[in-house]
Nanobody, 128 residues
């Protein structure tokens, strides 16, 4: 059974960089054909796909976040990470790491059904 666990700070100050790590167990992040993703849900808003790293190591980022987002991985630790720079209070959300069998970057309407495994989610608040 694949399990994902997010870790990182719950509070970030405006203009700083948010860094989150997802630790995966029960399966390797380098196994075909899986895509490993970051998604978030701000309060009262719909789920937003942020970015993806594939089993091959290629990365894909939402155009709306491209200038501020970096996704990377550490295969020896079976982890992948999200860095979101220049955060504002609008980045306050519950952040999830997930796994998908299809690349969300190729899907027009990404929603909860796109992802087959989820972490429990971590609340991140951007506030001074």
């Amino acid at each position: 059974q694949v399990q994902l666990q997010e870790s990182g700070p719950g509070l970030v100050k405006p203009s700083q960089t948010l860094s989150l790590t997802c630790t995966v167990s029960g399966g390797s992040i380098t196994t075909f054909p899986y895509y490993w993703n970051w998604v978030r849900q701000p309060p009262g808003k719909r789920l937003e796909w942020m970015g993806t790293i594939g089993w091959h190591g290629d990365t894909y980022v939402s155009p709306s976040l491209k200038s501020r987002t970096t996704i990377s991985r550490e295969t020896s630790k079976n982890q992948f990470t999200l860095q979101l720079s220049s955060v504002t209070p609008e980045d306050t959300a519950v952040y999830y790491c997930t796994r998908a069998r299809r690349n969300p970057a190729t899907i027009v309407d990404v929603d909860q059904r796109t992802f087959e495994y989820w972490g429990q989610g971590t609340q991140v608040t951007v506030s001074s």
